[in-house]
Every structure is written in structure tokens, then in C-alpha cells.
């Protein structure tokens, strides 16, 4: 590989991590052809993006992506394909369900939204991680339970909450 083709490698790996805000670091050594072609048929189905590279070119594109990803760093050891989507669980999904039937993909390492999560250790977690659009709902529903047992105590006790004011008006 020359200087021209690994630039080209390190320029593209830069605008997928800059146009992504999560992304996996794998290890998908010693695995067959048709399970390598496998994982990709699975990953295009799933909307990620999947690219395997040295690890000196993929330090050098997070480098060139202007964030502070040297927590990541560690990590590039070995054989790395990086999974880029823009769903925070989808690869995390998919390399638990391909695990089902292999021990590989293991995850090296994963960025979402500014945090890293290193190890395999940490699949579960993110398997489970929920989307910003299901906290800001979470959070709406127990904001709005309190407002509603009040409004709803309200309405019920209209009649009564009326009668207490005005007993009270009469003794002052």
C-alpha cells in the first residue's frame, strides 16, 4: 500500500467519524472469508457501516477528525474493523447476535455521543443503552405525572376543596 492509497483510507475513515457520532473498534481476526462477507451482508442490512484498517490509520483519522479520542488509542492493537452508525445500539445488536454462533466480532472499544466504552466487558451495556428520544420521553412522562395527580385531585375533589374554602372563609 502506498503513501497516495493509505491518505485516501485515512481521509475517508475521517469524514465517516466526523459524519458519525458513535462508532465500534472490533476485532474480526481469524475469521473465514465467508464469515467476514457474512458480517457484512448483516451490517449493510442494519445500516452500519463497516471498514477494516490498520490501526496506525485509524489513530491517525480520529487525530484528524479534530476530537479527543486518544482513550481510544489502547485499543488499536491487533487486527481492528471499525462499524460506524447512527443508531448508538445497532452494532452493539448485531455483534452480540453474530456472538450467538462465534466468539468474534469482539469489541475492542466503542464511542457514543462523547463517551467511551472500552472492553468486551462492556457489550451488555451498550445492548441496552437507551436513544436520546426515549430519555427526553422518560423524563416528559414523570414531569407530567405529578401535574396530572394534581389536576385529576382537582377535578375531584372540586366540590369538596370548595366547600373546605368557604368553611374556612366563614370562621375568619
Given at each position: ?41 448483516k ?52 455483534i ?13 472499544a ?63
Open positions: 500500500m502506498n503513501r497516495e492509497e493509505k491518505q485516501e483510507i485515512v481521509q475517508a475513515l475521517t469524514e465517516q467519524i466526523k459524519a458519525h457520532s458513535n462508532f465500534y473498534i472490533t476485532d474480526t481476526a481469524n475469521l473465514t472469508v465467508a464469515k467476514i462477507n457474512s458480517i457484512r451482508r451490517c449493510f442490512e442494519n445500516g452500519i457501516t463497516i471498514q477494516v484498517a490498520k490501526n496506525t490509520l485509524i489513530q491517525k483519522a480520529m487525530e484528524a477528525a479534530g476530537g479527543d479520542y486518544a482513550e481510544l488509542y489502547d485499543v488499536l492493537k491487533g487486527s481492528s474493523t471499525i462499524m460506524f452508525s447512527d443508531k448508538a445500539t445497532a452494532p452493539a445488536k448485531l452480540k447476535e453474530l456472538r450467538r454462533t462465534s466468539d468474534k466480532p469482539v469489541l475492542k466503542a464511542y457514543i455521543d462523547t463517551a467511551f466504552f472500552i472492553g468486551d466487558n462492556q457489550l451488555d451495556a451498550l445492548v441496552n443503552l437507551k436513544s436520546k428520544e426515549q430519555l427526553i420521553g422518560e423524563i416528559i412522562g414523570l414531569l407530567q405525572s405529578p401535574a396530572k395527580n394534581v389536576i385529576s385531585g382537582l377535578k375531584s375533589g372540586g366540590g369538596k376543596l370548595a366547600g373546605i374554602v368557604k368553611t374556612l372563609q366563614e370562621r375568619g
